[in-house]
């Protein structure tokens, strides 16, 4: 699947982009209605949050934290791109997105555990 | 597997656009040594019939790509060394293009989607005309230099996922030009050259990979050109809609 061609930064930054943006929207509606039971169900809802107590869904939900930071972060820098005049730094941007995301979701387990 | 130090081992691609395979062969070492010295001494001594294009040998024509290990490279300047592991080398034609015999590709999609970009001359006088004056130091012919040492070879056009997956896709040699020209003051076809790259194969569709300046042999950026393209698009379509 990563073909030789494939091997370099630029094109690691793209693949983690996809990769984050579908899981991304997977995850949102899932998000969303669980969310919503807080109206409609609120003991299920209930039920729900003793299963994130799970060490498991608590790492799990860090990986859901690393991508959204991600996305909004790599996103950020391809915006950039875009629109601002051009930057030789591409690879140190989008290597700096992912330690900020990395940096933002483990805080974020730190807290959780 | 065998590795003698004083021989390379060499799969070549045999074949044409409906099937192939790779061929073995055990090729000479040399202290210097291009891929292309490899191929061609394949030819000679070997097998004449193995097809593969090449003709200025110093890096000028961009007649000699191919996927040297699986990523696009002009053979002629690419030494034996960098390319070689474990003593040995797999060669193929471009990536994106039909092939025609063996190394060979027909480059005609590749420079046809040039033409379709418009990256050809729109002449803005007629000979009787005084020659503009052209300042070296203006901001946009400083951009237009960035990317006129193009050499035509298709190495980026064969490094771009988004050619691989959109047949209709420009490619980044073609929208290139077409930045190259829109910021050449000597043009006059700024417009007709943005909406050629505002299309469905336009400059729109670059998930800006960068593969093509990865490899592009001449360090060029055709990834910078063409984020170039899309503010210049984007800014000329919400002007009109002003
Ligand atoms: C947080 C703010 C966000 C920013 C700054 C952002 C930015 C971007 C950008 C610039 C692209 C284009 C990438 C390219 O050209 O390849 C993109 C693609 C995408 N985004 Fe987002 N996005 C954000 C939020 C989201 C959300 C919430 C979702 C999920 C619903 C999402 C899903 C996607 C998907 C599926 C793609 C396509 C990926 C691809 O073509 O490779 N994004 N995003
Ligand atoms: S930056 Fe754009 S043109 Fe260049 S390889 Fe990537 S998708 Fe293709
Ligand atoms: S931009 Fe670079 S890689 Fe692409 S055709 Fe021109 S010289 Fe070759
Ligand atoms: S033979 Fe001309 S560029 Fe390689």
Redesign the interface.
Known sequence: MI????T?A??YA?ILHRISGIALALFLPVHFYTLALALTDPERLDGFFQWTELAVVKFAEFGLVFLLALHMFGGLR?MA???LP?SDR?KTLAAGAAAVSFLISGVFLLRAI | MSSDPDELEVSVWRGDNTSGQFEDFRVPAQENQTILDVVSWIQQHRDPTLSYRYACRVGMCGSCAMMVNGVPRWTCRTHVKVALKDNRVSIGPLRNLPVIKDLATDMDPFFDKWVTAEGMHHPSKTRDDAIEQIDPEDGARLEANKGIECINCSVCYAACDTVAGNDDYLGPAALQRAWTLYNDAKDAGKQTILEAVSGTGGCHNCHSQGSCSHYCPNDLNPMAAIAGLKRATALSFFKGRK
């Open positions: 073909r030789p061609h494939r370099h630029l094109w793209f391809l791109l875009e629109w051009w591409q």
